[in-house]
């Protein structure tokens, strides 16, 4: 009921958006530090709407996110709430947006919107208060705070793929820098002059911020290297991040020396496209082989696929194309820069390459679950194989039971190697059909079955569907 309502008012508030844009004279270089400010909220709520529907695809596939998360299945958001939760920022994002436009005829000052509407979001966030969703608040800024102290804590799947969404949210982050940087620098009520030039790069911490989300993959891999020992595939993962790290460099130090040289001359820019390239070929072939794991010769039924598939073929075959197409997308800024044809659409352009890289990353987290719940690519789970069968209802209130029940699901948590093994539960009925196995595995067993011992594993057999 709440999501249509919110649904519809966003509508709304879209449609005067535009009328007024229309109507109302703009001047682009008024309005591109606006822009800057609000695309950033847009795409976290983007992200949000499109999080919601992929929580709605993986339950009806019966890809158990629930599990690989390792979430709480009593507080964990449905995809209703997340829509919920998105409808309603995007509410507040138009109303803010239709104030800032309307400024001149109300008393509050045009830039104060926008920083109203992102102390809004952080509050909400960090509010320690035990209500609006406190349980899920708490679990993602625990995830957040484990990215960020990256490579000092074990890697769980929740650390290192919320970590690889801040990937596809680099914009995000720049923006968040640009308004820091404009409110201190260059709102009127701050006395003093400021030398920075804010959303430039003639200064270290743009590009930082865009290394950032690459430097916490990047930690992370060295941290399960480091645990596992496994040169491949943790350090070659490690390379693919590693690559971020040369793109920034080199287009920040060719953006910064371009004044002097023509592009054609300059041998930054050539390092660059090269950096670019290498990037994205490598991180197209790691996103196809190895989180989705495709491309498997072996499979006689699914042609380039694998022997086991949960979606329909060919949404693997248009995944491997857009992903390919959106890997790339940059050439098309690049282009459009060497004509000198950016300016002054520059900012328009990168907020749809930005869009479209929260919606490559959306397909991509359909296929990187559904390979992680048939094939444990990424060994976070100490057991393999678990139910392909959406869950119902009596199913998940029988899984909180046996949560709740410590003497039905023990856990033994250690932190020596050594002394870890695998506790195992059995429903002992004399119905077979009606037997259900839990597995709580963290270690290594006793009888030799590999156990990681970075996460823990609930593995469901035979639940009544």
Same mark, same amino acid.
Request: hydrophobic letters at 45%; a negative charge.
């Given at each position: 009921?709440?999501?249509?309502?919110?649904?519809? @008012?966003? #509508?709304?508030?879209?449609?005067?958006? &535009?009328?007024? /844009? @229309?109507? #109302?004279?703009?001047?682009?270089?008024? &309005?591109?530090? /606006?822009?800057?400010?609000?695309?950033?909220?847009?795409?976290i709520i983007f992200i949000i709407f499109l999080l919601a529907m992929n929580t709605y695809g993986w339950r009806k596939a019966g890809v158990n996110h629930v599990l690989i998360f390792e979430l709480d299945p009593r507080s964990n958001l449905?995809?209703?709430?997340?829509?919920?939760?998105?409808?309603?920022?995007?509410?507040?994002?138009?109303i803010s947006i239709i104030s800032f436009m309307y400024c001149t005829y109300t008393v509050i000052p045009p830039y104060v919107n926008p920083l109203i509407l992102v102390t809004f979001l952080a509050v909400f966030l960090i509010n320690p208060f035990p209500i609006l969703y406190f349980k899920a608040r708490i679990w993602l800024l625990r995830v957040l705070l484990r990215i960020i102290?990256?490579?000092?804590?074990?890697?769980?799947?929740?650390?290192?793929?919320l970590a690889d969404q801040l990937n596809s949210l680099v914009t995000v982050l720049l923006d968040l820098e640009f308004l820091i940087c404009y409110y201190v620098c260059e709102v009127d009520w701050i006395t003093g002059s400021c030398s920075i030039t804010c959303g430039t790069y003639g200064y270290a911490a743009r590009a930082i911020v865009a290394c950032l989300p690459a430097w916490f993959r990047f930690a992370q891999c060295l941290r399960r290297y480091h645990d596992t020992k496994l040169v491949f595939p943790h350090l070659v993962n490690a390379g693919k991040y590693s690559s971020t790290f040369l793109v920034v460099i080199f287009s920040s130090v060719f953006k910064l020396t371009n004044d002097d040289h023509t592009f054609y001359r300059n041998p930054l820019f050539y390092l660059w496209?090269?950096?670019a390239v290498f990037s994205s070929c490598y991180t197209l072939s790691w996103d196809i082989k190895m989180d989705w794991g495709l491309f498997s010769f072996k499979s006689k039924e699914n042609k380039l696929l694998r022997e086991e598939i949960v979606y329909s073929p060919v949404t693997y075959y248009f995944a491997m194309?857009?992903?390919?197409i959106l890997r790339f997308a940059w050439t098309l800024a690049l282009t459009m820069s060497i004509k000198g044809s950016l300016q002054p659409y520059g900012d328009i352009l990168i907020t749809v390459l930005a869009i479209l890289e929260v919606f490559?990353?959306?397909?991509?987290?359909?296929?990187?679950?559904?390979n992680e719940h048939l094939n444990n690519?990424?060994?976070?789970?100490?057991?393999?194989?678990?139910?392909?069968?959406?869950?119902?209802?009596?199913?998940?209130?029988d899984l909180e039971g046996m949560m709740d029940d410590e003497e039905e699901v023990p856990l033994y948590k250690s932190k020596s190697k050594k002394n870890g093994r695998c506790v195992r539960w059995e429903n002992e009925e004399d119905d077979e059909e009606d037997d259900e196995d839990v597995y709580l595995q963290r270690g290594h067993s006793e009888s030799n079955e590999p156990c990681l011992n970075s996460s823990y594993s609930l593995n469901m057999r035979n639940l009544k569907t």
């Amino acid at each position: 009921m709440r999501v249509g309502f919110f649904s519809g @008012i966003f #509508l709304v508030l879209c449609i005067v958006i &535009v009328l007024v /844009a @229309i109507t #109302l004279p703009i001047n682009l270089e008024d &309005v591109t530090p /606006a822009l800057k400010m609000y695309r950033g909220v847009f795409l976290i709520i983007f992200i949000i709407f499109l999080l919601a529907m992929n929580t709605y695809g993986w339950r009806k596939a019966g890809v158990n996110h629930v599990l690989i998360f390792e979430l709480d299945p009593r507080s964990n958001l449905t995809h209703e709430q997340l829509l919920e939760i998105a409808m309603f920022f995007a509410v507040l994002w138009g109303i803010s947006i239709i104030s800032f436009m309307y400024c001149t005829y109300t008393v509050i000052p045009p830039y104060v919107n926008p920083l109203i509407l992102v102390t809004f979001l952080a509050v909400f966030l960090i509010n320690p208060f035990p209500i609006l969703y406190f349980k899920a608040r708490i679990w993602l800024l625990r995830v957040l705070l484990r990215i960020i102290l990256a490579p000092y804590y074990p890697v769980g799947f929740a650390d290192f793929w919320l970590a690889d969404q801040l990937n596809s949210l680099v914009t995000v982050l720049l923006d968040l820098e640009f308004l820091i940087c404009y409110y201190v620098c260059e709102v009127d009520w701050i006395t003093g002059s400021c030398s920075i030039t804010c959303g430039t790069y003639g200064y270290a911490a743009r590009a930082i911020v865009a290394c950032l989300p690459a430097w916490f993959r990047f930690a992370q891999c060295l941290r399960r290297y480091h645990d596992t020992k496994l040169v491949f595939p943790h350090l070659v993962n490690a390379g693919k991040y590693s690559s971020t790290f040369l793109v920034v460099i080199f287009s920040s130090v060719f953006k910064l020396t371009n004044d002097d040289h023509t592009f054609y001359r300059n041998p930054l820019f050539y390092l660059w496209v090269i950096s670019a390239v290498f990037s994205s070929c490598y991180t197209l072939s790691w996103d196809i082989k190895m989180d989705w794991g495709l491309f498997s010769f072996k499979s006689k039924e699914n042609k380039l696929l694998r022997e086991e598939i949960v979606y329909s073929p060919v949404t693997y075959y248009f995944a491997m194309f857009e992903d390919f197409i959106l890997r790339f997308a940059w050439t098309l800024a690049l282009t459009m820069s060497i004509k000198g044809s950016l300016q002054p659409y520059g900012d328009i352009l990168i907020t749809v390459l930005a869009i479209l890289e929260v919606f490559r990353r959306f397909v991509w987290n359909f296929y990187r679950l559904e390979n992680e719940h048939l094939n444990n690519c990424g060994e976070f789970r100490a057991v393999r194989d678990i139910s392909v069968a959406p869950l119902t209802e009596d199913d998940i209130k029988d899984l909180e039971g046996m949560m709740d029940d410590e003497e039905e699901v023990p856990l033994y948590k250690s932190k020596s190697k050594k002394n870890g093994r695998c506790v195992r539960w059995e429903n002992e009925e004399d119905d077979e059909e009606d037997d259900e196995d839990v597995y709580l595995q963290r270690g290594h067993s006793e009888s030799n079955e590999p156990c990681l011992n970075s996460s823990y594993s609930l593995n469901m057999r035979n639940l009544k569907t």
